[in-house]
Nanobody
């Protein structure tokens, strides 16, 4: 199991930017597909973006493509690494709790369901005001 801790959430006005970070530790992070999901009040958790274990492939939800960028830092010889979500041109509908997720394996897991990922962080709140 890998442990995930998100940070970087906050409140921002529409059109602004935020960068979320997810610190991963406890396992060979570099062999995990990493993803970001979000959950707004009263709604189901939804896929935002994912990145392959080498960082060479990414996939985005239609609602964020072109505005959000996922990236990762697979530092060598360490079990502690970071995945980022750069969010630009934020909209009020982006308001949600954002969760970092991990899926073990060296293949790129292109799944978009929460059940496709086995490890989760506690989440960080992002609020976008109009």
């Amino acid at each position: 199991q890998v442990q995930l801790v998100e940070s970087g959430g906050g409140q921002v006005q529409a059109g602004g930017s935020l960068t979320l970070s997810c610190e991963a530790s406890g396992h060979t992070f570099s062999t995990y597909t990493m993803g970001w999901f979000r959950q707004a009040p009263g709604k189901e958790r939804e896929f935002v973006a994912s990145i392959s274990w080498r960082g060479s492939s990414t996939y985005y939800a239609d609602s964020v493509r072109g505005r959000f960028t996922i990236s990762r830092d697979n530092a060598k010889n360490t079990a502690e690494n970071t995945v980022y979500l750069q969010m630009n041109s934020l909209k009020p509908e982006d308001t949600a709790v954002y969760y970092c997720a991990a899926s073990a394996g060296t293949y790129y897991n292109t799944g978009t369901r929460p059940t496709d990922f086995g490890s989760w962080g506690q989440g960080t709140q992002v609020t976008v005001s109009s």
